[in-house]
């Protein structure tokens, strides 16, 4: 894969005004597309992302180049994912004893800051446990064939790849795991005009894992530190240079 010429020139957003003034987020990552990643204990998120009767959302704020299938969140297992297929469509994959996925028929925009939210709720029926927005807007989906019983994993989950391979070509800025399916005005209030607001403290407790790249030091592996969960996620393959000044505030 072809890396960005502007892979090092990272130039700091002036966008720091209107409602999000109270915060940002001053870093992201830069992940090559190849082999590089982070990893997260499965023990850690298990428990929200598989089983019988569960609730979620997952938000990832997220710049990518697109082009190929990006996995932007997966475990090792794959009986979870969230990816960009061939056709820069959003698909959440829950294998419920196969391959069960949830799939877009609305495509990502390359190259610019994109908020992706998927929501899943297993108490409702067949082709409507999933719902996915980008920047707040609810997208058309062309399948669901969701179970309502996630498959456990053995293996880590992965941000931004699946097994350490092609993984997403891109920045990310945050991702949050939520343990309750959060509505459409949440998702907006969340996104916030696109300088999106702190989930940890829009949702509290419900907010089980938030990924800040400002938790973290400046040297290569990183460690990605949520304290109020005791989580974290730690880099594979990174240089110091991957963490950037690119972010969408």
């Known amino acids: 894969m072809l890396l ?29 597309g ?50 960009v297929d061939a056709s820069n469509k959003l698909q959440l994959i829950c294998r419920d004893g196969g391959f069960n996925s949830s799939l877009s028929s609305d495509t990502l925009t390359d190259g610019v800051w994109q908020l992706l939210t998927l929501t899943y ?32 994993p053995t293996l880590d989950y992965q941000i931004g790849a699946k097994n350490s391979v092609a993984g997403l070509y891109g ?6 795991v939520l343990d309750i399916a959060l509505s459409q005005s949440q998702i907006t209030e969340l996104y916030n005009n696109g ?16 990924f800040n790249p400002d938790n973290s030091g400046d040297t290569a592996q990183f460690s990605v530190v949520d304290s109020v969960n005791s989580i974290t996620a730690t880099s594979v393959n990174m240089e110091d240079a991957d963490k950037t000044t690119e972010t969408p505030y």
């Open 121 to 152: 709720n297993s108490s409702l029926t067949l082709g409507n446990r999933a719902q996915m927005y980008i920047d707040s807007t609810i997208l058309t989906k062309s399948n669901d064939i969701l179970g309502s019983n996630i498959d456990s």
């Open 195 to 210: 300088k999106p607001k702190n989930p940890q403290s829009l949702f509290g407790a419900n907010c089980k894992f938030f």
């Open 34 to 83: 190849v082999d590089e990643c982070f990893t997260i204990p499965q023990a850690d998120l298990s428990t929200y992302l598989s089983g019988s009767g569960k609730s979620f959302t997952i938000n990832i704020l997220v710049k990518p180049f697109l082009g190929s299938v990006d996995y932007l969140f997966a475990n090792n297992d794959f009986s979870f994912a969230i990816r």
């Open 4 to 32: 960005s010429p502007l892979r090092y020139i990272n130039p700091i957003s002036g966008n720091r005004g209107g409602g999000s003034a109270a915060f940002s987020i001053a870093k992201s990552f830069y992940l090559d």
């Open 171 to 176: 920045y990310i800025n945050s991702f949050s």
